[in-house]
């Protein structure tokens, strides 16, 4: 094994070959005979054919990309519609209600047979249902609770006519963040009494 020096050292003032040049590799088309030209052109039209491929590949995960995008956009904006659809539902139909305080009472009337008597006192404005559910039929009667009623005792009487010991009479009203429904079963001798 032959050591030569690197060009940077100072020599020792004796003669040093010259350093050989780098090796030269042959390009497949400069070699001899149409063989080496002919794996040449194969081996060019598979790197095309792989370039185009990786093309292929790349453009359709862009389009996958842009595909799930846009299902999480949409997934994102019917989640967002449910929530505020919910919300406002939620707004109308329960918050809409009026407050009661717990003192509620609700008899038939012992003057009327077919009259009922409610006594409430709200605490927050808003409706009330009152529903009456017999055997063939149900009734229901919307009130308004208006803000100068509020903290005052309220009385309704409604005549309920045809009304039959086992019908269920009752009320609708808020009970902080949910509906509640104070309910009786009509029974005339209670009203006797």
Do not use: K
């Not at 453009?59 to 799930?68: P, T, Y």
């Not at 949409?74 to 707004?91: D, F, H, K, M, R």
């Not at 009786?184 to 006797?192: F, G, K, P, Q, T």
Request: aromatic share 4%; proline share 8%; net charge negative.
């Amino acid at each position: 094994m032959v050591h030569w020096p690197h060009p940077s050292t100072p020599s020792s003032g004796a003669p040093q070959p010259p350093t050989p040049p780098p090796p030269v590799i042959a390009r497949p088309e400069a070699a001899e005979g149409g063989e080496a030209a002919g794996e040449a052109d194969a081996c060019r039209a598979e790197t095309i054919e792989l370039n185009v491929e990786a093309e292929d590949l790349l453009a359709r995960l862009r389009r996958g990309r842009r595909r799930r995008a846009a299902l999480a956009t949409a997934a994102t904006v019917v989640a967002a519609l449910t929530i505020i659809c919910g919300t406002v539902q939620y707004v109308h139909h329960v918050l809409g209600y009026a407050e009661l305080a717990p003192e509620i009472t609700l008899r038939p009337d012992s003057l009327d047979p077919e009259r009922v008597l409610l006594r409430y006192r709200p605490v927050r404005a808003g409706r009330l249902a009152f529903r009456r559910a017999g055997a063939d039929r149900e009734t229901e009667l919307l009130d308004e609770v208006t803000r100068e009623a509020v903290g005052q005792e309220q009385v309704l009487l409604w005549r309920a006519e045809g009304l039959e010991d086992g019908e269920r009479i009752g009320v609708r009203y808020r009970d902080g963040w949910r509906l509640t429904t104070y309910e009786i079963a009509v029974s005339h001798r209670e009203a006797d009494g």
